[in-house]
Structure formats: C-alpha cells, structure tokens
C-alpha cells in the first residue's frame, strides 16, 4: 500500500482510518484491544476518536480515549500510530464549543485519557456559530506551537467556513486545517463533491471521511424494511436509504462484487478512497472480522470501469 499524506502535514497514514466511535459502546474494552491489535498488524496506523464518544451512553465518561490511551499505554506503540481526536462538541456545556478557552481546557483532558504528550491531528468537530474562526484558528495554533498537537483538521464544514478558514490561516500565517472530515460515501456526497472536494484538491487538504458504508447500508445487509429491524441502526437506513436511489446503488455494487469477488464493504470503502482529494475512509469495527475486511477494502483497486459504474449508480 501506498501511504498518502495528510495535507501538507508531516503526517502519513494508509488508506483506511479506525473510527471508534464504538469502543466503549458496542465494543467493550477487550474486544476493542483486539480490533486495534489486528488494525495496526496489517500495517495500518491511523485511529479517529473524538473527546465525546461515546457520552451518550449512560454512565460513560468519554470511554473512547480513555480506552484508545490504555491500549497504547499497554502495547508501547504511541510513536506508530497516528492518533487523531476532535473537540468542539457539547461536553456537557449545553453547545457546541470551539472558543480558545476550551480548546485549551479540552486538549488537556484529552491528552491525560489518551495517556501521551502530544495529539498527532486535533480536529475541530462542529462549526461553533458562536466564536469566530479566527479565534479557534489561533489556538489550534498555539497547541502545535507547544507541541501538544502535530496537525490540525476539520470536520463539518461546508464550501463557505473551510474557505474562510484557509483565508485566515494564510492571511496572519498561522496553521491551517490540513484535513476535512465529513460524511462522504457512495450514497451521501453532497457534504463533499462538487465546491468543497475542488478546495481540497486545489489546496492539498486531505478528506478523511465518515460513514463510508453509511450506517452498515452499502454493506447489503439491509434490502427490505425486514432486514433493517434486526439491528438498532435499521430505522435509520429504512428512512435515509432504502429507497429506489439506494437499491440501485446496492444492484451496481453486486455487479462489481461479482466481477471481483470482493464484498460490497470492501467495495464501498474502495470507491471512497479512489476519489480525488481524499486520503482514506473512516469505518469502525467490533470484531477482529470485521477489521480484516476493512483491510480488504483498502488493499482493493477498482478499475475506472467499475468506478465508473458506482459512481453513475448514485447520480
């Protein structure tokens, strides 16, 4: 595997990234060892977490780093694995939070459940309409000043905050987003292609992108609203995905599976990662099986026929 850049940093991942928005929640911590055990023997090193997963479940205090930071801790491999994390949402403030104030607060406690010195990519999560970009540009670069943080990137954000962010880094020479997370997948594109994959390839910003196999639909579990009620994402992918849009999404992705043998999330993850301006696909796994077909999926090239095929299938 060819390993990309990320941006203009001095960070390199391969194409595929550990989303672990799971660990902790339906991964426990053992399970959860395995999975990043097996993700990182294949040669892979880049874990996205996130200073909220997984709050939301009762009880659960920010599980994901904490348990990333013990695992790291245990297999003394910090200085090969790319440890990317995310600030800016509702930690229990009632908003969205990306002021100077709590970035520093936030990476603090980051740092200390992760167990390490330094973050390699910090993340803005959510747009913050409350503070101006500016402001969370400017601490950002006060972190990789100190060498708390390697590289920045962002998330959710659309063609207007990412130029406006870009502008603002080059005009007072401060660091910039190297990185742009949204969701992207064969079926979602909006929130990428077109005006905001053109800035990241005009201006080197690397896509490291969620929800490639949008929420386990590109998988082809889920073709009637009866596969979709034996698991607790069915609801979503009856209302988001099933649809006539989705089920010939899914008859082109056969089509390919058929002629390469490869399954449809390998497949998916495939496509995410052929597209211009992007460096890997973020999947997430809770089972060492699983962790092997994403594998698949980033050592898979599609021919520019097949690409062709699945990406005419979602027009």
Known sequence: MTKRRLGRSELFIEPLVLGTNVVGWTADEPTSFSIM?????????GIDTADVYSRWVPGNDSESERIIGRWLKSRGNRDKVVVMTKVGSDMGQGHRDLS?????????ASLKRLQTDYIDLYQSHWPDPNTPQEETLKAHDKLIKAGKVRAIGTSNHDQKLLSEALSISKRDGIARYETLQNEFNLYTRDAFEGPVQDICVAEEISGIHYYGLAAGFLTGKYRTAADAQKSPRGKGVVN???????LKILAALDGVAARTGA??????????????????PIASATSVAQVESLVRGARLTLSAEDLKVLTDAGK
């Open 37 to 45: 055990d097996a993700f990182f023997a294949h040669g892979f090193a």
């Open 100 to 108: 100077a104030k709590w970035i520093v607060e936030a990476v603090e």
């Open 240 to 246: 988001n995905y099933l649809n006539p849009r989705g």
């Open 263 to 280: 399954a449809l999330s390998e497949i998916a993850l495939a496509w995410v990662a052929a597209q211009p301006g992007v460096a890997a």
